[in-house]
């Protein structure tokens, strides 16, 4: 029986630590099947969830905890996908974008509104960066949603437009 593992790692941005995190891997048969790893801030961060035969699990967390030993922070978690609660009522995967000048709580106002209507973030990717013709920072959101079906798309995008001025806003059916 293979069970799924979910491994956080973080530590002081260096080349190799993507490698050394798979070559931990090496000799438990484990798959890595899913990941997300950036730099962010100078330190390199990662999420992994890889898949491994249940009776060498406790050899392989053994081995990756000792990447710790090489300055890379490790915390694991078994992957809980079985009991994942499936929403009750029909729903849609949408696609979002926003695009607006960088200010404290614009994130945090977006989440809000779109918790408020039910939808759930599957995914969400973040930046900052400086304007090309400005020195202004813009605030740059994509992500990946879960909504209930009778949300209202066009209702959903005024509100979230009138979160900052000129927030651009994108949001529609993914697919």
């Not at 406790?58 to 090489?70: A, H, M, R």
């Not at 729903?91 to 695009?99: K, M, P, Q, R």
């Not at 992500?143 to 079906?149: I, M, S």
Request: proline fraction near 5%; charged fraction near 20%.
């Amino acid at each position: 029986m293979n069970e799924s593992l979910v491994l956080t790692l973080v530590g002081p941005d260096k080349p190799g630590l993507v490698e050394q995190v798979s070559q931990a891997l090496v000799g438990y048969d484990a798959n890595w099947e899913q990941s997300s790893m950036s730099r962010l801030g100078g330190c390199f961060a990662g999420i992994l969830k890889i898949r491994v035969a249940s009776h060498l699990r406790d050899e392989l967390v053994e081995t990756l905890n000792q990447l710790e030993t090489q300055g890379l922070k490790v915390v694991i978690e078994s992957g809980q996908e079985g009991e994942r609660t499936e929403p009750t009522e029909p729903g849609v995967t949408l696609a979002l974008s926003l695009i607006g000048h960088d200010e404290p709580a614009l994130l945090s106002r977006a989440l809000s509104a779109l918790r408020t209507e039910g939808i759930n973030v599957e995914q969400l990717d973040t930046s900052v960066s400086s304007a090309p013709m400005s020195a202004e920072m813009i605030f740059k959101a994509s992500a990946d949603l879960w909504a209930p079906q009778a949300v209202d798309l066009d209702t959903l995008q005024s509100r979230l437009e009138t979160l900052a001025p000129n927030l651009i806003v994108e949001i529609g059916e993914a697919g």
